[in-house]
């Protein structure tokens, strides 16, 4: 059975053993400084690639994307800002709502006014 002996620009010793093919193959890889690999055709995916794609959008990013949509033109409750953002997919119950709506009034974002009892929520 065929061997390699090969000693890498860092001072790593590897020992190759396989059939002729196998070796060469693994040879010209570590020659052209690609490490072989079992997965063909898939990149390393860094840690900050993979903190990237856990992140999804908050409640605040849907409700934002909704202003930039000019849904907030006109005063709306609660609860038409809910049923908005359910059609598109995402729930949120209206108690987790309420803070994040109070807070983007705090922020200037939003504005709201109370008619008849019930907050309404609309451009500032």
Do not use: C
């Not at 993979?50 to 994307?65: G, L, P, W, Y």
């Not at 909704?66 to 359910?86: I, M, Q, T, W, Y």
């Amino acid at each position: 059975m065929p061997k390699a002996h090969i000693t890498t620009a860092h001072g790593t010793k590897i020992t190759i053993e396989g059939d002729a093919a196998e070796v060469a193959s693994v040879v010209n890889q570590i020659q052209a400084g690609v490490a072989p690999s079992k997965r063909r055709g898939r990149k390393a995916v860094t840690a900050d690639e993979k903190r990237e794609r856990k992140k999804q959008d908050s409640a605040k990013d849907h409700i934002v994307t909704l202003k930039e949509e000019s849904f907030f033109d006109k005063p709306k409750p609660l609860s038409e800002v809910a049923k908005k953002l359910e059609e598109s997919g995402h729930l949120y119950p209206v108690t987790t709502l309420s803070g994040v709506m109070l807070g983007l009034v705090q922020k200037r974002l939003l504005g709201r006014v109370k008619r008849d009892g019930v907050w309404m929520y609309g451009k500032r």
